[in-house]
């Protein structure tokens, strides 16, 4: 089979799928192929290069074509259902955020920025304030699942740890994470609220009920 940058991506991705981006290595993924490392420097002339392409097939998956919001559809919604989609883009691979952080020039991903944007500006946003809009939320996102698949502290970490001193110390943060994970409530649903409450703003938030 030709060797070709799509060939190549799609190794590279498994790759990523089956040892996380430090395991993405030019001789591991030329082994993969059955070539030399040399030869990948003929589609990809270093590492950045292939990662920004791990990127826009990552994205690809969720946006193999981005379109803009229904006339009738409130820029809110399709903002919130444009993070959802970006979140599971990079939940459905290894070190998926780690890959769009790092990946300063995925087409993408600037084409997704541009198409909100353009988005909330055509709905009369002005354009300062719907780049910050939209700045906020696309790296909330990525922060966020970022967070996520670094993966809660393991046995090891917690060692030592005295967690009845750190929730005597921190009584509000404690509370505030038992209220807010009643049961059936998720990390789903906390990005959600997050994500409302980035575009809606505070005022948008259900106060306490007297």
Known sequence: MA???????????????AEGLDGVTTRKLAARLGVQSPTLYWHFPNK?????????????QQFPELEPAAPQEPWQDWLIGLAGRLRRALLAHP?????????????????????????LVGRGIPLRQARLIVLTVLRFTVGYVLEEQTGRP???????????????AHPTVMAGVTEYFQPGRTVDD???DCVELIVHGPAAQPGPTS
Do not use: N
């Open 3 to 17: 060797l070709d940058k799509q060939r190549i991506v799609t190794e590279a991705v498994a790759l990523l799928d």
């Open 48 to 60: 950045a290069a292939l990662v920004t392409a791990i990127a826009e097939a990552i994205l690809d």
């Open 95 to 119: 070190d998926g955020a780690r890959i769009i952080a790092v990946s300063q020039l995925s087409l993408k991903m600037a084409g997704i920025s541009e198409l909100a944007m353009s988005t």
């Open 154 to 168: 393991g046995a090891e970490a917690l060692d030592g740890f005295d967690m009845a001193a750190y929730a005597a």
């Open 190 to 192: 906390l990005f959600r």
